[in-house]
C-alpha cells in the first residue's frame, strides 16, 4: 500500500488525523477568530456611540430651545424696565427665573436691572462671582445691553443649568443583549 510519508509517521505513532493539520492552517483560523472578535467590538462600540450622541443631541437642542425662551423673557423684561423708567413706575431691580431645560434640569436665570449709576459696576460684578467660585459647575454670563440713548439695560448675573433629577448611574452594561437597540 502506497501511504504518504506524513501518514505513515502519525500511524505509526498512534495519531492519526483525517487531514493534515500545519502551523499555517491553525494561524489562519487563529487570524479569522481575530476579525470576527474585532467585528463584534467594532459593532458593539459604534452602537453604543451612537446611542450616547442621540442622548447629547436632545438634550442639545432641549437646551437651545429653553435658552431662547429665556432670552425671550429677557428681551421683555428689558422693555418692561425702559417703560416703566420712562412712565416713572416702580420695577424690581433683580428678576430670577427658570425654565425647564428637560425633565431633569432647568435653566436658572437672573438679570439685573442697570442705569447710569450702576453701569460702573458691571466689571466688579463679574469679577466678584469669579473670586467668590461661582461658575466652578456652571456657566456665568455676564453682559450689558443698553438701548440706543437709553439710561436703561439689563445686566445678566447668572446663567446656568441645574440638575433637578436624581441621578442614577446604569449598573449593567448591554453588551449582546437580543431584542435591545
Not at 416713572?88 to 427658570?98: L, N, T, Y
Not at 436703561?152 to 453588551?175: A, F, L, M, Q
Amino acid at each position: 500500500m502506497n501511504v504518504p510519508y506524513f501518514r505513515k509517521k502519525r500511524t505509526e505513532e498512534g495519531i492519526t488525523f483525517p487531514f493534515p493539520l500545519g502551523m499555517s492552517l491553525l494561524f489562519v483560523c487563529f487570524l479569522a477568530l481575530c476579525i470576527f472578535s474585532f467585528a463584534v467590538l467594532s459593532l458593539l462600540t459604534a452602537r453604543n456611540e451612537y446611542k450616547i450622541s442621540q442622548k447629547t443631541a436632545e438634550h442639545q437642542s432641549a437646551y437651545y430651545a429653553a435658552s431662547n425662551k429665556a432670552e425671550d423673557r429677557i428681551a421683555e423684561l428689558d422693555e418692561e424696565w425702559k417703560s416703566a423708567e420712562e412712565s416713572g413706575k416702580k420695577m424690581p431691580e433683580k428678576v430670577a427665573f427658570q425654565i425647564e431645560v428637560d425633565s431633569e434640569s432647568v435653566l436658572s436665570v437672573v438679570v439685573e436691572a442697570e442705569s447710569e449709576n450702576t453701569g460702573e459696576n458691571t466689571e466688579n460684578g463679574a469679577k466678584d462671582n469669579i473670586e467668590n467660585g461661582a461658575g466652578a459647575s456652571s456657566e456665568n454670563v455676564t453682559e450689558n445691553r443698553t438701548g440706543e440713548g437709553a439710561e436703561s439695560g439689563y445686566r445678566i448675573v447668572e446663567w446656568k443649568v441645574i440638575s433637578t433629577g436624581e441621578w442614577e448611574p446604569e449598573t449593567t452594561i448591554p453588551v449582546m443583549t437580543p431584542g435591545v437597540s
